[in-house]
């Protein structure tokens, strides 16, 4: 079984194709839940033996409600405690019977050439018995690659899932260039692709620039404070509808975090946007003539690059773009024997 898996510094996603799971990135100690008899097992109350000893964690939403989780925003995702138990669960949802799992990873562009091989030699060594959902679970990969990370979502909207060809021939047809830009919650990567005389990546203008949902939400937590006197940490899904919505129910009232919210989610994009530009060059940015956009915090970008750019793409399930990606890379290698 071919996986996607990306372990993204807000959310982790992972695909087969058939099924999709999103769970928040929190990992938190455990603890006994009273009435979890009446109620019946936390989805994401995880047991792990390891080699190296065995260990209950919650996971994901159960980890926000119930544990002092945060956000890890660890550069090093190899030497990050957390690593562990958010691979096992994602891997653990999908094991079946013994199944082969080759899985497919990305990371940033600036972290890629320098952490690549460490990450893939530490999520290889990661194994265990996995007790999730009620099932228990031997947990293994036997394969893993790492690809930059926006890469994965530029497969994702270039190629038909069905057919692993191109979904639309005529962005290739005229030449220039395809860029993607991903904005994730700590960083937003960006690639480039030349379409002729074939579809290539452009090593030199891509990267990935750390700014993302993050950096937002920190602005946003200032307003919130300033509106009710009160900072929930940045890890409460609250702050995921202040960005979707602009005001969110707390404290008997509505809040509201307009107008600043529209004016952060401005400066942020083009601060994001303008990075990319210093980084492509003007006969770089001449050439591009279609952008895509990708990530949970794809809005943030989105009106700065329509005002640049004659077509701007946001990419089909946005936030799910990497892994998608990651799982139809990981297909064409298998079917390319390599």
Same mark, same amino acid.
């Given at each position: 079984? &071919?996986?996607?898996?990306?372990?993204?510094y807000?959310?982790?996603?992972?695909?087969?194709?058939?099924?999709?799971?999103?769970?928040?990135?929190l990992?938190?100690?455990?603890?006994?839940l009273?009435?979890?008899?009446?109620?019946? &097992?936390?989805?994401?109350?995880?047991?792990?033996?390891?080699?190296?000893?065995?260990?209950?964690?919650?996971?994901?939403?159960?980890?926000?409600?119930?544990?002092?989780a945060?956000?890890?925003?660890?550069?090093?995702?190899?030497?990050?405690?957390?690593?562990?138990?958010l691979?096992?669960?994602?891997?653990?949802?999908?094991?079946?019977?013994?199944?082969?799992?080759?899985?497919?990873?990305?990371?940033?562009?600036?972290?890629?050439?320098?952490?690549?091989?460490? +990450?893939?030699?530490?999520?290889?060594?990661?194994?265990?018995?996995?007790?999730?959902?009620?099932?228990?679970?031997e947990?293994?990969a036997?394969?893993?690659r790492?690809?930059?990370?926006?890469?994965?979502?530029?497969?994702?909207?270039?190629?038909?899932?069905?057919?692993?060809? +191109?979904?639309?021939?005529?962005?290739?047809?005229?030449?220039?260039?395809? +860029?993607?830009?991903?904005?994730?919650?700590?960083?937003?990567?960006?690639?480039?692709?030349?379409?002729?005389?074939?579809?290539r990546?452009?090593?030199?203008?891509?990267?990935?620039?750390?700014?993302?949902?993050?950096?937002?939400? &920190?602005?946003?937590?200032?307003?919130f404070?300033q509106?009710?006197?009160?900072?929930?940490?940045?890890?409460?899904?609250?702050?995921?509808?202040l960005?979707?919505?602009?005001?969110?129910?707390?404290?008997?009232?509505?809040?509201?975090?307009?107008?600043?919210?529209?004016?952060?989610?401005?400066?942020?994009?083009?601060?994001?946007?303008r990075?990319? $530009?210093?980084?492509?060059?003007?006969?770089?940015?001449?050439?591009?003539?279609?952008?895509?956009?990708?990530?949970?915090?794809?809005?943030?970008? $989105?009106?700065?690059?329509q005002?640049?750019?004659?077509?701007?793409?946001?990419?089909?399930?946005?936030q799910?773009?990497?892994?998608?990606?990651?799982?139809?890379?990981?297909?064409?290698?298998?079917?390319?024997?390599?």
């Open positions: 079984m &071919v996986i996607g898996v990306d372990l993204g807000g959310w982790v996603k992972a695909t087969n194709g058939e099924r999709s799971n999103r769970f928040p990135a990992v938190g100690e455990a603890h006994e009273l009435l979890s008899d009446l109620f019946g &097992v936390p989805e994401y109350d995880v047991h792990i033996d390891t080699p190296f000893g065995s260990r209950r964690v919650f996971v994901g939403e159960l980890a926000r409600q119930e544990s002092q945060a956000w890890n925003l660890a550069t090093k995702k190899f030497e990050d405690t957390d690593t562990e138990a691979w096992l669960t994602a891997l653990a949802l999908f094991a079946r019977d013994g199944e082969p799992l080759d899985v497919v990873t990305g990371l940033p562009l600036a972290h890629y050439e320098a952490q690549r091989a460490a +990450l893939r030699e530490r999520l290889l060594s990661l194994r265990g018995r996995v007790t999730i959902q009620g099932r228990i679970v947990v293994e036997r394969s893993v790492v690809i930059p990370q926006a890469m994965g979502a530029m497969i994702a909207s270039l190629l038909d899932p069905a057919t692993l060809e +191109l979904r639309n021939p005529a962005w290739t047809e005229h030449g220039g260039y395809l +860029l993607l830009v991903d904005v994730g919650t700590r960083t937003t990567g960006f690639v480039t692709f030349e379409t002729q005389p074939e579809l990546l452009m090593n030199r203008l891509s990267d990935s620039v750390d700014v993302g949902v993050h950096d937002l939400y &920190v602005a946003l937590a200032s307003v404070r509106r009710t006197g009160e900072t929930p940490p940045l890890s409460d899904g609250l702050y995921d509808e960005y979707a919505r602009g005001e969110v129910f707390y404290g008997g009232h509505t809040v509201s975090v307009e107008p600043e919210r529209s004016r952060h989610i401005e400066r942020m994009g083009g601060l994001i946007v990075r990319i $530009q210093e980084h492509l060059g003007a006969e770089a940015l001449k050439r591009v003539h279609t952008v895509f956009v990708a990530g949970g915090g794809y809005r943030i970008v $989105q009106t700065t690059l005002r640049m750019f004659p077509r701007v793409v946001v990419v089909p399930n946005p799910m773009a990497n892994a998608e990606g990651y799982r139809l890379y990981g297909l064409t290698r298998a079917e390319s024997g390599r």
